[in-house]
């Protein structure tokens, strides 16, 4: 299954990995740079890479904590993930899910507060990520796990159907 994993923020991750049961194939992946206001151009750009994508999956900040200091960030962070996924929700045919950081990092690396190295070795030691770039950025990695982890799900949930 090819899910195209998105990471939003001020930089905007993306990768596109083909999830298998027990293991998953880096296929591309890249950062796109949100300029004020472009969330549309994002989600434009975003949309023309689901060819042959079966599932998007985007980050929630819902549920994201932080601290006072990083709420500036996480406010626009969260609003440009929100017409980001508006957009594409609209656009896309292509089924849309949405899950927190800290359910896919719990379950991709075994604990919900991993850091960049952490994700890093939890991506190519345990879910056996082939062909993962060395020294892919952080945005690129988070949208890596994030699709695994909701490839996974899609996965485990056609099993049970």
């Known amino acids: 299954m090819k899910v195209l994993g998105i990471d939003p ?3 905007v991750g993306w990768c596109i990995v083909d999830v298998r049961a027990d293991t998953a194939r880096w296929c591309e992946a890249g950062t796109i740079e949100l300029a004020p ?3 549309i151009q994002v989600a434009g750009k975003l949309s023309m890479m689901r060819q042959g994508v079966e599932l ?17 960030q996480m406010v ?3 609003q440009s993930a929100g ?3 508006g957009w594409l929700a609209s656009q896309c045919s292509v089924p849309l899910v949405a899950f927190s950081s800290y359910d896919w990092r719990k379950v991709i690396t075994g604990t919900s507060t991993a850091k960049d190295k952490q994700i890093e070795h939890a ?7 082939a062909d993962l770039p060395k020294r892919s950025n952080p945005h690129v990695r988070d949208a890596c796990g994030l699709a695994i982890y909701a490839g996974r799900v899609a ?5 049970a159907a």
């Open 9 to 11: 923020g001020t930089h």
């Open 37 to 39: 206001g472009g969330e």
């Open 56 to 72: 998007i999956a985007i980050e929630d900040f819902a549920k994201k904590w932080c601290s006072p200091a990083q709420a500036q």
């Open 76 to 78: 626009q962070s969260a």
């Open 83 to 85: 017409i980001i996924r």
């Open 123 to 129: 991506l190519v030691e345990i879910q056996h990520v």
């Open 155 to 159: 996965l485990a949930d056609t099993r």
